[in-house]
């Protein structure tokens, strides 16, 4: 099975990133393919006191939201994690809860791929040195990843999503 798992768009965290408007536009994009393809949509939400809650744009796309005060969202998640064995990665900030995350996940069995345009941190040094990092994932182009998950033209929602990516 496979999940999707959005670490902490928030609304005062996600507007200070490096790339925030792209992040969003593609964050919003990358959710709409899942959801076309009946993914199940996890996210999580860092303090929500200080930094608000998910962004309104992502939360028709979001099918359950998890509260959590550990950078790394796994002890928050783990529980919804039965049955996934590839789990899709997009969030902010790269270089703390989406590394820890990644980390925990991959330290407990799951394949994890990040989409490259959907992760971010305020500083692009540290995304980088995020990937740097993390030796047993992948990372990949929002449209790598949704041809994969479609494998075929003849996909029920081939025309769709190709819509979507152009």
């Known amino acids: 099975m496979n999940l999707v798992l959005v670490i902490d768009i ?65 002890n928050a998640i783990k529980d919804e994690l039965k049955g996934a064995q590839n789990i899709y990665i997009i969030g902010i900030e790269a270089h703390i809860c989406v590394y820890q995350t990644t980390l925990d996940l991959i330290k407990n069995g799951y394949n994890v791929t990040l989409i490259d345009e959907c992760i971010s941190s305020r500083d692009p040094k540290n995304k980088t040195l995020a990937y740097a990092n993390l030796k047993d994932v992948k990372v990949k182009p929002l449209e790598m990843v949704a041809f994969e998950l479609l494998q075929t033209a003849q996909h029920p929602s081939f025309k769709a999503i190709s819509k979507l990516i152009k």
Do not use: C, H, W
């Open 10 to 74: 928030q609304e005062k965290l996600a507007p200070v990133m490096s790339d925030a408007e792209e992040l969003v536009a593609n964050s919003l994009k990358f959710l709409q393919i899942a959801k076309e393809l009946g993914l199940r949509v996890i996210a999580t939400e860092q303090y929500t006191k200080g930094l608000g809650e998910t962004l309104k744009s992502l939360d028709s796309f979001i099918d359950e939201k998890f509260q959590k005060m550990e950078f790394s969202a796994y």
